[in-house]
């Protein structure tokens, strides 16, 4: 058994996993890069040719985990891509955003680079477009929980991982030269006691554990409340008469907000300001949640038999049109506008940014983690300008970050869910985070459990014996 390590490694995106067991290859997650220092890889081949590959496995629908599949497609896999039903559904609506976005993209710069007399590498090209998409979405097979799939002396399961929707680690029982070996894939992990989804669940044997480690370093801060920080940074913002804008990220960041917004209007905590969640996809994720009550814990499922669903108050707007999204720059009675993407680096939320980051009224408030290169890092590290489409803005709004939202599992999570294992792994290989936090995860794993923890480059291949 190989195991080639494509993407996430020493760095957040692009998760990607290449596993040949006996007569199986699989591809594990197939992910988009987007920190800007890796972007040329998403125009990379595969070491191994698609058409070669028996199966793809989504652990979920995040673009950094499936982002990369209808490239995969048209260079020729013919496999299925076996996921959750929730993640078949969100990586319809993720990838058709991501092909539009891509697409509009690649026109802009053409034109700003005609405009100013150069030429661009691919991001004047799209990685791919609508009709690439359309085209990898039969190969797609929903799989339940817990059900088992052979494939040629590898047995899979979907666990629950409690990160977003529909999001699983893999448990993978293979038979090579009559030997069993179980090969574990996180995913990306969640954290206990989060509304709207289930806790992770937990495995007690893995011979070989690929575990991500985007907190791997840290503790996620345990200070005031979601709710009281949300409260607090409203009431501030709308006293000074200027606009909350949030980057989300359309699957889960975005619901998770609902469900405190929606509680705190019910409760009366927060004046009855306009709340816009100005993103198409993020409208459409929303009614994937409604459809998929089999993945929201028993409180979600609760509020929404009591006719409370947090995906639906009384002072909600949920924008989809152009036009809809240009008319809240033009209002001047404050209000919170979500939108995406979650990291700034495309789609509606930059154009708020324009209209909202010289203004010292309003506030950019971040809720989730912001890869180092991207838009929404250089803000929230205290750049006195950025550069938003093509022009340098002055930051002059107030700059805030909520924490307690982290839809990843912090260090004391990952320890936890790893204390579960009862004997020790053959191998961990920690990836999917940043260097120094997957150096020091690694290491925490020796000290801790005295385990055998390493930290794989990109491209690197090792043989599980």
Known sequence: ????????????????????????????????????????????????????????????????????????????????????????????????????????????????????????????????????????????????????????????????????????????????????????????????????????????????????????????????????????????????????????????????????????YREGKLPPLPIFLDSPMAVRITEVFRRHRECLDEETQALIDADESPFNFPNLHLVSTVEESKQINTMTVPSVIMATSGMCTAGRIKFHLRHNIVRPESTILFVGYQARGTLGRQILDGNPQVRIHGKEWPTRARIEQIHGLSGHADRPALLSWLSEIKQPPKSVFVTHGEENASLAFAETIRNRFGWRASVPEYMDEVELE
């Not at 559904?89 to 150069?118: F, N």
């Not at 004047?124 to 040629?152: S, T």
């Not at 992990?189 to 669940?201: S, V």
């Open 1 to 264: 058994m190989k195991l080639q390590f494509l993407g996430a490694n020493r760095q957040v995106t692009g998760s990607q996993y290449y596993l040949r067991a006996g007569q199986t290859r699989l591809l594990i997650d197939c992910g988009m890069f987007q920190e800007r220092q890796y972007l040329d890889r998403n125009w990379d081949s595969l070491p191994v040719p698609p058409r070669e590959i028996d199966a793809l496995l989504l652990t979920h629908a995040h673009l950094d985990h499936c982002g990369l599949i209808p490239k995969l497609v048209r260079e020729g896999f013919r496999g299925k891509i076996y996921t959750t039903a929730a993640s078949a559904d969100l990586a319809e609506i993720i990838l058709r955003d991501s092909a539009h976005i891509q697409v509009e993209d690649a026109a802009y710069k053409r034109k700003r680079h005609r405009k100013e007399g150069r030429t661009g590498k691919h991001p004047e090209i799209p990685l791919y477009d609508e009709n690439d998409v359309e085209r990898a979405l039969p190969y797609f097979q929903p799989i339940p929980y817990h059900e088992p799939i052979q494939l040629n002396g590898v047995t899979i399961r979907f666990l629950d991982a409690g990160h977003v929707l529909g999001s699983a680690f893999l448990v993978l029982d293979a038979v090579e030269n009559g030997q069993r070996r179980r090969i574990v894939f996180s995913g990306d992990l969640g954290m206990r006691d989060r509304p709207i989804l289930r806790d992770p669940e937990t495995i007690d044997q893995a011979d070989y554990l690929i575990i991500e480690s985007t907190y791997g370093d840290r503790e996620h801060d345990h200070g005031p409340s979601v709710m009281e920080q949300l409260t607090r940074v409203v009431k501030e913002t709308s006293a000074r008469g200027g606009h909350v804008v949030i980057p989300v990220f359309a699957l889960e960041r975005a619901q998770e907000l609902l469900f405190y917004f929606s509680r705190l």
